[in-house]
């Protein structure tokens, strides 16, 4: 017999749309519950996704709901300060979770998180898409082999055309009781994430100016990082920018120099050597649910994007922003 996992989505806004596809689309998974205060939000995810002739998932005001109507999973889509207790809540039921970005907004709680699901035997991953995309995988591959040499200085840049999104008054996004800052924490979780998992150099201090641009949380953000190794690392994350979106990451090392980012693709050149284009456009993405899936099937041990991915960008963004506070660098961690 086929083991078809249950599973709830917390939170039915813009991103949960996609995940709830992914578990529609497959043998092993059925979204049998669906939760957000907004009937509207739960109406519309309905309405756009769940296909005609199958049976749509019930519906609840709150994940204590949904856990005692009976879900093996859950997939939490929600404001990023919501995330540790909802977290919390469902591991203490027994249940499986696959998390939206950031992990946690303090590193404190991603922890937590983290001890909570090893003493209940639950899975916690990060819904960090990247750590599925080929390009991204593939750059990982090319610093562990030693390709590139040993990194010594990597620039990242993410850039946006989306201060409507903080401004006060407009979205969850612009109350910092809910998003736990703006920009940096926001897109950026992607960008610090990939710094880390690609390069896997340990952060040690970060410092950082940051301009919240009149509204209540950073809108700009220009950061220096120093790693344990003595590498060091540039940031910059800006949501007032021309271009709706623009993600660059250069890795340079000893022996060669790799770029990457949405637009470009992934290149690399070795020093006296040509541009190297490395990856054909078959290679295909593996989509959160479907390695969560995996994992909670026992078909793989490690999620592809594990939570302590998760605890690392927050013990990044919690120094970030108390250095530009202080106005001094921080230590991470
Ligand atoms: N991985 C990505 O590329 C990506 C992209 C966009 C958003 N996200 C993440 O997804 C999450 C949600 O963002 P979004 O853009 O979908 O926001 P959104 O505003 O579109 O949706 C959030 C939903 O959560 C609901 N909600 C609020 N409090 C809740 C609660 N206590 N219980 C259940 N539901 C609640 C709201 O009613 C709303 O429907 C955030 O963590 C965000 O960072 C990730």
Redesign the pocket.
Known sequence: MTTVIRFGI???????HGHARAILEREDANLVAI????DG?MEALVARVVPEGVAPPARFHS?EAMIDFGIDALVI????T?HAGQIEAALVAGVHVLC??PLATRAVDARRSIDLAREHGRVLAV?Y?RHGQAQFRHARELVASGTLGDIRLISVLIAQDCLENFIPGS??RADPALSGGGHFI?TGSHIVDQMLWISDLVPERVYAEIDNFGTDVDVITAAAIKFTNGARATFAATSLSAEAWREELTFYGTLGTMRLGREDGLSFQLKGGERVVPLGSEVRDVRPVDDFVEVVLGRHTEPQAPAVCGLRVAQVTEAAYRSAASGRPEAVG
């Not at 939760?35 to 907004?38: G, R």
């Not at 889509?77 to 990023?80: D, E, I, L, S, W």
């Open positions: 917390l939170g039915t806004g813009g991103m949960s939760a957000d205060p907004s939000a994940l889509v929600t404001p990023h919501q939206e970005k819904a898409q979205t969850w926001d």
